[in-house]
């Protein structure tokens, strides 16, 4: 899988590391300094997915981070005003608080269904 240089990464045995170049000829174009306990760094290079130039066992990822948010559920009510639904719809927004997420009203006809708490990785 590629790195994503735009974000923060790491080794995959969970050190702490940074980015410090992408545009190194040859085959391992990355260089990542890579900090040790006592908050020393040395350099590792790597390809485009991470995979360091030297056996150690110091590939590079991407820091996975779990977000969470809020999304407002709800279907429109048929011309009839009855409680039947032609389909389910979300609110189009992902907010931050269950209160905000509440306020989200589709349209005047809608039946609210649900608040759900939402986790994805980003």
Same mark, same amino acid.
């Given at each position: 899988? =590629?790195?994503?240089?735009?974000?923060?990464?790491?080794?995959? !045995? *969970?050190?702490?590391? %940074?980015? $410090?170049? &992408?545009?190194?000829?040859?085959?391992?174009?990355?260089?990542?300094?890579?900090?040790?306990?006592?908050?020393?760094?040395?350099?590792? =290079?790597?390809?485009?997915?991470?995979?360091?130039?030297?056996? !150690? *066992?110091?590939?590079? %990822?991407? $820091?996975? &981070?779990?977000?969470?948010?809020?999304?407002?559920?709800?279907?429109?009510?048929?011309?009839?005003?009855?409680?039947?639904?032609?389909?389910?719809?979300?609110?189009?927004?992902?907010?931050?608080?269950?209160?905000?997420?509440?306020?989200?009203?589709?349209? &005047?006809?809608?039946?609210?269904?649900?608040?759900?708490?939402?986790?994805?990785?980003?």
């Amino acid at each position: 899988m =590629l790195l994503n240089l735009a974000k923060p990464v790491q080794t995959v !045995s *969970g050190h702490k590391a %940074r980015i $410090i170049s &992408t545009d190194i000829s040859g085959d391992f174009p990355i260089a990542v300094a890579v900090c040790e306990s006592d908050g020393r760094e040395f350099v590792v =290079l790597c390809d485009e997915n991470g995979i360091a130039a030297n056996p !150690s *066992g110091l590939n590079i %990822r991407n $820091i996975i &981070t779990k977000k969470t948010g809020w999304i407002h559920l709800w279907a429109p009510i048929d011309c009839f005003g009855t409680k039947e639904t032609k389909m389910v719809a979300l609110c189009s927004d992902v907010y931050e608080t269950k209160e905000a997420a509440e306020k989200c009203v589709a349209f &005047t006809t809608s039946l609210d269904i649900a608040t759900l708490k939402i986790e994805w990785e980003a």
